[in-house]
């Protein structure tokens, strides 16, 4: 699975190990994220994610 990073802070949303502070198990796609999720450092949404190369 491909880790996504954000563009505002550089956190890096890693498949493996999900978000557990924001309820999202391991394993969990990007892709497969709710609409309002939001990055558990600065706080942007989904969007502001791009693919890690």
Do not use: H, R
């Not at 309002?36 to 890690?52: A, L, R, S, T």
């Amino acid at each position: 699975m491909d880790k996504y990073v954000c563009t505002v802070c550089g956190y890096v949303y890693d498949p493996a190990e999900g978000d557990p502070q924001g309820g999202i198990d391991p394993n969990t796609p990007f892709e497969d994220l709710p609409d309002d999720w939001i990055c558990p450092v600065c706080g942007v949404d989904k969007g502001q994610f791009e693919k890690q190369d």
